[in-house]
């Protein structure tokens, strides 16, 4: 009798681009069930994103039956990380969580890691898993446009050292620029009429020389804060141009530091801590001591979502201790700067910052904070709205970003319409990752998701692998477009604005979260970093409209065989017999 695995239909490791959509009647395809087609992809940024991208693609497709290309504007990799290299750069989560979840790092120096330790993370990570292969850097998207009866995305790239454009395509295109990635100046009248130095936060000038200057700082938000402590300390003066409040918090976080204290309570002002060597050594010989901190910290910081909620206890407990601790950290005195830095409205409107040092540098007498608003700029200095003039050395913008809402480059849909005049309203994102009617295109961690729930990275990871899920979705199933329905969306924005009526992020405060504005959609996830993960660890297919290649929906299917038939794999053709009753599938 002839083996059931010999003269099959197909070979089980050629992978081809998938077909426009033929003429004429329908005809069953000679391939095996659900057989990849070659999926081409697209991701502009090699930052988090785009590694958890690569690392992730290679775990989760079939080897073979894919391309990836990581486009960067920059000439190395590593996004906000390797952009950022002013004095001071952290983050503001703690060190040992801002890893991917899968990868820890054992011998972070601090607890709050500074930028430059994060970057080499991620180099380390880009080397330990071949990551960059698929980075073509110096490569800056300018637009993505949607050819409807191809099923691709054409792109347009423009190489930052010559300045000419090539163009390229993919099937599926990734956004993981990030939401913190175009800075801009402050919009302020004569500011490029300063004639000393003058530098943004986020494209810092290390060869300007500081030491025993007046430096004016424009700017109260995190960058300003992790800055001026370090600008104080070698400072002739520093002048802070305050245009509002904000809460400088304790460490999140604080109850695994205990543990590691061996139980000693942490000092409640102690916000930086640098780790010991025999911290270092515990870490890497005992795995599982290290999980137990990592997940303490994710525990205390998801718990405390509850502060995010108006009138909470929570959110009174946290206003009367963040209240105490900022005035214990001024000391005695400076009344004026005290009614003026903490806010009336609750904490967590705003971004909350640890602030290593920022309140103790503001009461120092090389330091003054002004809190006239700015009228206008002038060669010698800044004139404040009091009419005086303030001459200074260097000035330094710490006014953050322009908030990346929409990308940073032109996106064009099957009909014609540009993503920015879609959303001139508004964003319009489903779970911060799908827009309607631009098909095949992903977003990591946008507008919508957790940017002030917790820690990032594990959002950035799951939505990668929702994006993955799709794109084998689309791979396997003969899929030329998908994108998700606006009334799924709709529903989605309508939750959210119910549920923010009670949030503190709809109070009086200028946030990021709410476009830069004081009132507007709070474009936040409505639950903690863990009630986002739930939500989007796999993708609900009903939320999404679907356009196929074939005049079939279940072209798919094939010639009758599987996998194991076309690859002669006897095992693979009887996965569902076991012994007991564990999961099973078919390839």
């Known amino acids: 009798m002839p083996s059931i695995v010999n003269g099959v239909n197909g070979i089980a490791k050629s992978y081809d681009y998938p077909e426009a959509t033929p003429e004429g009647a329908y005809k069953v395809l000679q391939q095996y069930h659900s057989k990849p087609r070659r999926l ?274 929570l959110s009174h407990t946290f206003r009367k201790v963040i209240t105490e601790e900022m005035n214990r950290r001024m000391g005695p005195g400076h009344q004026e700067l005290k009614d003026f830095i903490i806010p009336t409205w609750s904490p967590g409107c705003r971004r909350i910052s640890p602030g290593d040092g920022y309140l103790e540098s503001l009461v120092q007498d090389n330091v003054q904070p002004i809190m006239q608003g700015i009228n206008k700029i002038v060669p010698e200095g800044i004139i404040t709205a009091d009419g005086e003039l303030h001459k200074m050395d260097v000035l330094v913008c710490a006014t953050g970003f322009q908030v990346a809402f929409r990308p940073a480059f032109r996106v064009i849909n099957g009909s014609g319409k540009l993503l920015t005049d879609d959303w001139k309203d508004g964003p319009n994102l489903y779970l911060g990752v799908s827009a309607p009617r631009f098909p095949n295109f992903y977003t990591i961690v946008g507008p919508g998701a957790t940017w002030s729930n917790g820690t990032l990275l594990p959002s950035i990871e799951t939505t990668v692998e929702y994006s993955v899920k799709m794109m084998k979705k689309i791979q396997t199933e003969a899929i030329k477009a998908i994108e998700v329905q606006q009334e799924a969306l709709d529903e989605v924005y309508a939750h959210l604005d119910e549920y923010h009526k009670t949030t503190v992020w709809q109070e009086e405060c200028r946030s990021w979260f709410k476009d830069g504005k004081i009132k507007n959609r709070i474009y936040l996830w409505p639950g903690s970093t863990i009630h986002f993960l739930k939500t989007i660890k796999d993708p609900r297919m009903e939320d999404y409209n679907i356009r196929y290649r074939y005049k079939n929906r279940f072209a798919f299917l094939g010639n009758g065989d599987v996998k194991a038939t076309a690859s002669r794999d006897v095992a693979g053709l009887s996965t569902y017999m076991r012994s007991s009753d564990t999961d099973w599938s078919v390839d």
């Open 40 to 313: 081409r992809v697209a991701c502009a940024g090699a930052g988090a994103s785009g590694l958890c991208l690569a690392y992730k693609m290679e775990k989760m497709l079939e080897a073979g039956s894919w391309e990836l290309t990581l486009f960067d504007k920059n000439k190395q990799f590593g996004g906000t990380w390797y952009e950022n290299v002013y004095p001071g750069v952290a983050c503001d989560i703690p060190s040992h969580n801002y890893t991917f979840t899968f990868d820890p790092k054992s011998d972070w120096s601090h607890y709050f890691a500074y930028g430059g330790e994060i970057q080499r993370y991620f180099e380390d990570f880009a080397e330990r898993h071949g990551s960059k292969k698929y980075m073509k850097l110096n490569s800056k998207i300018v637009e993505t446009k949607w050819n409807e009866e191809q099923g691709i995305w054409e792109l347009t790239i423009e190489d930052q050292v010559t300045k000419e454009s090539w163009h390229d395509w993919c099937h599926v295109f990734v956004n993981g620029t990030g939401i913190l990635n175009n800075w801009k100046w402050p919009e302020i009248e004569g500011l490029h009429d300063f004639a000393g130095p003058k530098m943004h936060s986020a494209s810092w000038d290390q060869k300007v020389d500081l030491d025993n200057k007046t430096i004016g700082v424009i700017g109260t938000g995190s960058t300003s804060v992790q800055i001026v402590p370090q600008l104080q300390k070698i400072a002739k003066q520093v002048q802070v141009y305050m245009r509002s409040p904000t809460w400088i918090s304790p460490p999140f976080g604080a109850g695994a530091l205990t543990l590691l204290q061996g139980g000693q309570d942490v000092d409640p002002g102690q916000r930086q801590y640098e780790f010991t060597k025999a911290d270092k050594q515990r870490f890497k010989d005992d795995p599982d001591f290290h999980l137990k901190f990592r997940k303490g910290i994710e525990a205390e910081i998801n718990g405390l979502f509850g502060m995010y909620q108006q009138n909470s206890e």
